[in-house]
C-alpha cells in the first residue's frame, strides 16, 4: 500500500492592512490629513468603494496572513457601525485572518462615540481602540478646532472598559498654543488618571496648508502664542520622565506603552513588515513595492467601483532604498536594529555599507552599539532627523 506523505502547508508571510476612512465632523485646525465632512451617501459609496478595491486582493494575497488590521483617518468613528462591519466582511472574505489573534484597531473621535458603538466594535471583532484625546482641558481642545470636551473623552473611555476593551491608546498633543508647562503637566496626570494601556505623545507641528498656518506660523502674528523651543524640549522630556515613572515604556520615538501592548501595527512599518493600504491616499509596502492611492475622493470612487487600480506612483524599491528605510525606520524603535538582521536581509554586514556614518554618529553620542543591536542614545532621540540624513545617500540630502 502506497502511503502519501501530506505536504506541510508553508506558514503565510505577514501583512498588515490600513483602512483609511478620509471622513470627520469638521476639519481641526491645526490638521493636514487627507480628511472632509460627507454626509452620509458619500459614507455609503466610499464603503462600496473599499470593499471594491478590498476584493481586488485577494489573488495577490494568498501567500500572507493579516496580522494587524488599522482603520485610521480622519475619523474611523464617523461611519456607521453597518458600513465598518461591511468592510469588514469584504476583509474576511479576501485575506487569511484569524480576528481572534490578530490586533485590529479603530480610531475614535470622542465626539463621535457612544457606548453601542463601542459594544458593537467589539463584537465585531475590533480589540484595539486609539482614542484622540489630545489634551484634558476644553480651552485647549477649543483652539485646536476639535468637536469633543475631556468630558466626552473620559466617557469614551469608560464606555470603552464597559464594552470590554482591554487595550486602549491615547493620543495626546504638547506645544500647544497658550499652553504652560504646568498646563501640560496637568494634562499628562489626567492621561494617566485614565489608565490606557498605550500613549502617543506629540507635539504640534504647524503644517503650511492649515488654518494654524496663518495664525501661528513664523513671521505671522500671534507666533507669540506657541510655547517656544525651550518649552516644548522641557515638555518632551517631562513625557518619557513622568510616564516611564507611571509604567510605560517608550518603545518608539513618540510612542509609550505598558509592557506586551505596544502597537503592533505601527511597529510592523518601523521594523518593514508588508503592508496594504486601502482607500483614498493610502500608502503601501507590498513586494518591495511603494505606492500611494488617488488622493481625489471622486476619482478614487469611480475607479474602484469601476474594478481600475487605484494605486499610484509605484515605486520598486532598489536595494539602496531597501537598506535606507531598514535604519531609518527601524532606528525609531527604542530596541533599534539588528545587525544580523541587516546581514540576513541584504547580503552583506551592515558595517559595509554604513561603517563609517555608524562610527560618527558613536563617537558623537548619538548610537550606540551593545552587541549585534545599533540604537539610538537619548541625545540620538533628541536630534533624530540629524542621525538620520546620515543614512540617506548624499544625492538626496539637500544641505
Ligand atoms: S479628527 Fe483627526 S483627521 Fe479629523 S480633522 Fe481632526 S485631526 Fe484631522
Known amino acids: 500500500m502506497l502511503f502519501f506523505k501530506k505536504k506541510k502547508a508553508e506558514p503565510k508571510r505577514p501583512l498588515g492592512l490600513y483602512i483609511h476612512i478620509p471622513f470627520c465632523v469638521q476639519k481641526c485646525k491645526y490638521c493636514d490629513f487627507l480628511s472632509a465632512p460627507a454626509d452620509d451617501a458619500v459614507k455609503k459609496r466610499y464603503a462600496d468603494a473599499l470593499c471594491k478595491e478590498i476584493a481586488g486582493y485577494k489573488e495577490l494575497t494568498k501567500e500572507y496572513e493579516l496580522a494587524t488590521i488599522y482603520f485610521g483617518g480622519g475619523t474611523p468613528s464617523v461611519l456607521d457601525v453597518s458600513l465598518i462591519e461591511q468592510i469588514l466582511d469584504a476583509v474576511k472574505r479576501s485575506f487569511f485572518v484569524d480576528m481572534a489573534a490578530a490586533e485590529v484597531t479603530l480610531e475614535v473621535n470622542p465626539g463621535t462615540a457612544s457606548f453601542e458603538k463601542l459594544k458593537r466594535y467589539k463584537e465585531l471583532g475590533i480589540n484595539r481602540l486609539s482614542i484622540g484625546v489630545q489634551s484634558a482641558k476644553d480651552n485647549e481642545l477649543a483652539v485646536l478646532g476639535r468637536i469633543h470636551s475631556f468630558e466626552d473623552a473620559k466617557k469614551t473611555v469608560l464606555w470603552a472598559r464597559d464594552a470590554g476593551f482591554d487595550n486602549i491608546s491615547l493620543d495626546l498633543m504638547s506645544a500647544l498654543p497658550?499652553?504652560?508647562?504646568?498646563?501640560?503637566?496637568?494634562?499628562?496626570?489626567?492621561?494617566?488618571?485614565?489608565?490606557?494601556?498605550?500613549?502617543?505623545?506629540?507635539?504640534?507641528?504647524?503644517?503650511?496648508?492649515?488654518?494654524?498656518?496663518?495664525?501661528?506660523?513664523?513671521?505671522?502674528?500671534?507666533?507669540?502664542?506657541?510655547?517656544?523651543?525651550?518649552?516644548?524640549?522641557?515638555?518632551?522630556?517631562?513625557?518619557?520622565?513622568?510616564?516611564?515613572?507611571?509604567?510605560?515604556?517608550?518603545?518608539?520615538?513618540?510612542?509609550?506603552?505598558?509592557?506586551?501592548?505596544?502597537?503592533?501595527?505601527?511597529?510592523?512599518?518601523?521594523?518593514?513588515?508588508?503592508?496594504?493600504?486601502?482607500?483614498?491616499?493610502?500608502?503601501?509596502?507590498?513586494?518591495?513595492?511603494?505606492?500611494?492611492?488617488?488622493?481625489?475622493?471622486?476619482?478614487?470612487?469611480?475607479?474602484?467601483?469601476?474594478?481600475?487600480?487605484?494605486?499610484?506612483?509605484?515605486?520598486?524599491?532598489?536595494?539602496?532604498?531597501?537598506?535606507?528605510?531598514?535604519?531609518?525606520?527601524?532606528?525609531?524603535?527604542?530596541?533599534?536594529?539588528?545587525?544580523a538582521e541587516f546581514q540576513k536581509r541584504f547580503g552583506k554586514p551592515i558595517e559595509t555599507v554604513y561603517g563609517s556614518a555608524i562610527k560618527k554618529l558613536e563617537r558623537q553620542g548619538l548610537l550606540v552599539i551593545q552587541g549585534d543591536v545599533i540604537a539610538l542614545t537619548d541625545a540620538g532621540i533628541d536630534v533624530s532627523n540629524q542621525v538620520f540624513v546620515e543614512f540617506v545617500p548624499e544625492e538626496f540630502v539637500r544641505r
Open 178 to 339: 497658550g499652553q504652560s508647562l504646568e498646563d501640560y503637566k496637568e494634562n499628562v496626570e489626567e492621561i494617566l488618571a485614565l489608565n490606557p494601556e498605550h500613549i502617543s505623545s506629540y507635539s504640534l507641528i504647524v503644517e503650511e496648508g492649515t488654518p494654524f498656518y496663518s495664525q501661528y506660523a513664523e513671521g505671522m502674528p500671534k507666533e507669540s502664542e506657541l510655547p517656544d523651543e525651550e518649552t516644548d524640549r522641557t515638555m518632551y522630556a517631562y513625557t518619557k520622565e513622568r510616564l516611564a515613572q507611571a509604567g510605560y515604556h517608550r518603545y518608539e520615538i513618540s510612542n509609550y506603552a505598558k509592557p506586551g501592548y505596544e502597537s503592533r501595527h505601527n511597529s510592523s512599518y518601523w521594523i518593514g513588515t508588508e503592508y496594504l493600504g486601502i482607500g483614498l491616499g493610502a500608502s503601501s509596502l507590498f513586494t518591495n513595492a511603494r505606492y500611494h492611492n488617488e488622493t481625489d475622493l471622486l476619482t478614487y470612487m469611480e475607479e474602484a467601483e469601476a474594478g481600475k487600480d487605484v494605486r499610484r506612483e509605484i515605486e520598486r524599491l532598489v536595494q539602496e532604498e531597501q537598506m535606507e528605510e531598514f535604519m531609518i525606520l527601524g532606528l525609531r524603535m527604542m530596541c533599534g536594529i539588528s545587525r
